[in-house]
Nanobody, 126 residues
Framework: QVHLVESGGGLVQPGDSLRLSCSAS????????IAWFRQAPGKEREGISC????????YYAPSVKGRFTIFRDNERSSVYLQMDNLKPEDPALYYC???????????????????WGQGTQVTVTS
């Protein structure tokens, strides 16, 4: 069974960067479709980025495109979200999720993810 753990969140200022990590125990993430979500207080959970099996495709929500980068390290069975130029609207609890199997990212559709981490908090304040 896949167990996901996120890390790397923190308190930063606008314009700063953070790198979030999503690590797995129990199985390699190499062949899994993985996504990052975020949820701010009082708002719905938002899918913000996806990476497909074998990194064939990636997707970024318009709110983060050009600032965030998703990538994978197969040796460490980890998926990362590099977040640059953080903005005041980015604070949220950030989650990674696995589809549990291979697959391609489907644009703005973020269904089918069945395993979730506990989240890591990102706070942006001046």
């Amino acid at each position: 069974q896949v167990h996901l753990v996120e890390s790397g969140g923190g308190l930063v200022q606008p314009g700063d960067s953070l790198r979030l990590s999503c690590s797995a125990s129990g199985v390699s993430l190499k062949l899994h479709k993985i996504a990052w979500f975020r949820q701010a207080p009082g708002k719905e959970r938002e899918g913000i980025s996806c990476i497909s099996t074998n990194d064939v495709s990636r997707y970024y929500a318009p709110s983060v495109k050009g600032r965030f980068t998703i990538f994978r390290d197969n040796e460490r069975s980890s998926v990362y979200l590099q977040m640059d130029n953080l903005k005041p609207e980015d604070p949220a609890l950030y989650y990674c999720a696995s589809a549990g199997t291979w697959g391609q990212c489907s644009g703005s559709y973020f269904g089918g993810f069945n395993t979730w981490g506990q989240g890591t908090q990102v706070t942006v304040t001046s």
